[in-house]
T-cell receptor, first 108, second 116 residues
């Protein structure tokens, strides 16, 4: 089955800094999503992005399907951006495979 | 809309006990799924359903049963709890996005289960 790897595993930023999170997947996908898990455990859908680029405020994401990776950009980071960022990929059936996440801490 | 709700929020079981984790959604979503989250391992799919009466296994189905008698509800049953099932359990629902062949998932708040 498809495998999903995320990097870096941990990231510490000063408030206001920019960051790039990476998600590599082992096979072609028909669905790629990014999620944020806040410090209280709630999972929030950020982007559905099997290909191309999308932006939502300070966040943007790009997926290059032919090279099997996706990037999540966070600009001007804020303390509320802290938490764990997951990507999840699906190939064919409904089965989603999650990466192990990037744990982000933004310092004030 | 309440979205996706899960009960209970916390549960402690003894080895061998059985219990049902409840999940309900009020968004008329066709797809529902159960995940478990263990430290350092991300989320792993346990079981999923693409509609009432239709269920299938995910990555880690052993020790769990599901059924989907209505669109709204998707309970997860632990038949004989084991310490290895200590985890945080998330339920999710989603719907197909017309014209995109895709779906976006909405997650419940989770159930933290400890098996002693």
């Amino acid at each position: 089955g498809i495998q999903v790897e995320q990097s870096p595993p941990d990231l510490i930023l000063q408030e206001g800094a920019n960051s790039t999170l990476r998600c590599n997947f082992s096979d072609s996908v028909n669905n790629l999503q990014w999620f944020h898990q806040n410090p209280w455990g709630q999972l929030i859908n950020l982007f559905y992005i099997p290909s191309g680029t999308k932006q939502n405020g300070r966040l943007s994401a790009t997926t290059v399907a032919t090279e099997r990776y996706s990037l999540l950009y966070i600009s001007s980071s804020q303390t509320t951006d802290s938490g764990v960022y997951f990507c999840a990929a699906r190939s064919g059936t409904y089965k989603y495979i999650f990466g192990t996440g990037t744990r982000l801490k933004v310092l004030a | 809309n309440a979205g996706v709700t899960q009960t209970p929020k916390f549960q402690v079981l003894k080895t061998g006990q059985s219990m049902t984790l409840q999940c309900a959604q009020d968004m008329n979503h066709e797809y529902m799924s159960w995940y478990r989250q263990d430290p350092g391992m991300g989320l792993r799919l346990i079981h999923y359903s693409v509609g009432a009466g239709i269920t299938d296994q995910g990555e880690v189905p052993n020790g769990y049963n599901v059924s989907r008698s209505t669109t709204e509800d998707f309970p997860l049953r632990l038949l004989s709890a084991a310490p290895s099932q200590t985890s945080v359990y998330f339920c999710a629902s989603s719907y197909p996005i017309p014209g995109q062949g895709s779906d976006t998932q909405y997650f419940g708040p989770g159930t933290r289960l400890t098996v002693l």
